[in-house]
């Protein structure tokens, strides 16, 4: 157990909709990442906050968005869903945003199945 | 794009060292060489990571050349719960904390 929490473990939906995913950190881990994993991508880097402020920003679609809340969890916003967003998509976290250590806990993953 | 070449797949048999290589010749000089595995479909999981030293630890170790230009991962004793996805990443220090993974490698153990 990494310490990172996921919810929903799965999510099926049809397109055109909107989810939530959500993720709690490690207890005093100020990073939150997500990724998502599918089956012709592998394991992409989509958006880092650091302490409630977005911190880099990689291959994540405009119909997504994230954010972190004060109390450190974050949530992966996704819209108007296509059957290729069907994915893994996992939650990281870590102490700190930048230096050249930085081991991420990753959480379970929502599978996101979209019909 | 990923930083690492590993080869696609390796077999090991129970009880023998696994060994990993990985390729990072354009790797600079204040990069880490990170590895994580991944079993099944659960989240990532990581291994070890290092600078330019040899670094072992409760799980394996890492033997990085003079040059650090590739790496090896050592699992001593491979078990068949040591079956997964190995990735070796080479962390962009100033890009933030975000990990860029390649294919990997997919370690089969076998009894």
């Known amino acids: 157990d990494s310490g990172v929490t996921q919810t929903p473990k799965h999510l099926i939906t049809a397109t055109g909709q909107r989810v939530t995913l959500r993720c709690s950190p490690r207890?005093?881990?100020?990073?939150v990442y997500w990724y998502q994993q599918s089956l012709d991508q592998g394991l992409q880097f989509l958006i880092q906050?650091?302490?409630?402020?977005?911190?880099a920003k990689g291959n994540i679609l405009e119909r997504f968005s994230a954010q972190q809340f004060p109390d450190l969890h974050s949530e992966l916003n996704l819209s108007s869903l296509e059957l290729g967003d069907s994915a893994l998509y996992f939650c990281?976290?870590?102490?700190?945003?930048?230096?050249?250590?930085?081991?991420?806990?990753f959480g379970p993953g929502t599978r996101l199945t979209v019909l | 794009d990923a930083k690492t070449t590993q080869p696609p797949s390796m077999d090991c048999a129970e009880g023998r060292a696994a060994n990993l290589p990985c390729n990072h010749s354009?790797?600079?000089?204040?990069?880490?060489v990170y590895w994580y595995r991944q079993i099944h479909s659960q989240g990532p999981q990581y291994i070890i990571h290092?600078?330019?030293n040899n670094e072992t630890n409760e799980m394996a170790s890492l033997i990085i050349t003079e040059d650090r230009k590739s790496s090896t991962l050592i699992l001593p004793h491979a078990t068949l719960r040591d079956t997964a996805v190995y990735y070796c990443?080479?962390?962009?220090?100033?890009?933030?904390?975000?990990?860029?993974f390649g294919q990997g490698t997919e370690l089969s153990v076998k009894p």
């Open positions: 990281a976290s870590s102490v700190i945003g930048t230096g050249g250590f930085n081991e991420q806990f």
């Open positions: 207890s005093g881990d100020l990073s």
């Open positions: 906050y650091y302490n409630g402020e977005e911190r």
């Open positions: 354009t790797i600079s000089g204040n990069e880490y």
């Open positions: 290092g600078l330019k």
């Open positions: 990443i080479v962390r962009v220090v100033n890009q933030g904390g975000k990990l860029i």
